[in-house]
C-alpha cells in the first residue's frame, strides 16, 4: 500500500469517525429538545385553556351586547 492510499484511507476513516460523533450528538440535543418540548407544552396548557376561555366568555358578552343594542336601537344611532 503506498503512503497516498493511506493517508487517503486515514482521511476517510477520520472524517467518518468525526461524522459518526457528531450524528450521537445530533441526536441527543434532538431527543433533549424534544423532551424539553413536551415538558413546556404541558407547562402552558392550563394557560392556553384558560385564554380559550376568556376569549369564548368575550365572544358571549360581544353577542350579548349586540343583541341588546339592536333591540333598543342603539345600532342605528351609533352608525349615524
Known amino acids: 500500500m503506498s503512503a497516498a492510499t493511506a493517508t487517503v484511507i486515514g482521511i ?5 469517525v468525526v461524522l459518526l460523533v457528531m450524528v450521537i450528538g445530533l441526536a441527543r440535543h434532538a431527543k ?7 415538558e413546556f407544552q404541558r407547562a402552558v396548557q392550563p394557560e392556553l385553556e384558560e385564554i380559550q376561555r376568556g376569549a369564548e366568555e368575550a365572544e358571549r358578552l360581544t353577542q350579548r351586547i349586540q343583541e341588546r343594542s339592536a333591540s333598543i336601537g342603539l345600532g342605528d344611532k351609533i352608525r349615524k
Open 12 to 16: 476517510l476513516v477520520f472524517t467518518s
Open 32 to 38: 433533549v429538545l424534544a423532551t424539553t418540548l413536551a
